[in-house]
């Protein structure tokens, strides 16, 4: 069974930083596009960066560019998803998604596979 687990959320000051997790078991993450997506409470899913499964390029939507950074770690596989300088509308839950051979960007209804998503709070 093809499972993504997200972990890494939790509460953090602005200007803080977290490093959320995606997780991957019944199978490798090699060649699939990964994309972290995000909903606030009352808001739609939307996305945030994702990182290719073709050729491993990254895509970050403009919100979160030189904040955020999307990586891989094969041998783990896993990919993580650094936050920097965090603000208060960062806050919401993200979820992990994957789909086998895409590039990014992919969007939400575009992916196969889905985590239960993981709670970022930033507020002072």
């Known amino acids: 069974q093809l499972q993504l687990v997200e972990s890494g959320g939790g509460f953090v000051q602005p200007g803080g930083s977290l490093r959320l997790s995606c997780a991957a078991s019944?199978?490798?993450?090699?060649?699939?596009?990964i994309g972290w997506f995000r909903q606030a409470p009352g808001k739609e899913r939307e996305g945030v960066s994702c990182?290719?499964?073709?050729?491993?390029?990254?895509f970050y939507e403009d919100f979160v560019k030189g904040r955020f950074t999307i990586s891989r770690d094969s041998a783990k596989k896993a990919v993580y998803l650094q936050m920097n300088t965090l603000k208060p509308e960062d806050t919401a839950v993200y979820f992990c998604?994957?789909?086998?051979?895409?590039?990014?960007?992919?969007?939400?209804?575009?992916?196969?596979?889905w985590g239960k998503g993981t709670l970022v709070t930033v507020s002072s």
């Open positions: 019944g199978f490798t993450l090699d060649y699939y596009a």
């Open positions: 990182i290719s499964g073709r050729d491993n390029s990254t």
């Open positions: 998604a994957a789909v086998y051979w895409a590039n990014c960007p992919v969007p939400y209804y575009g992916m196969s596979y």
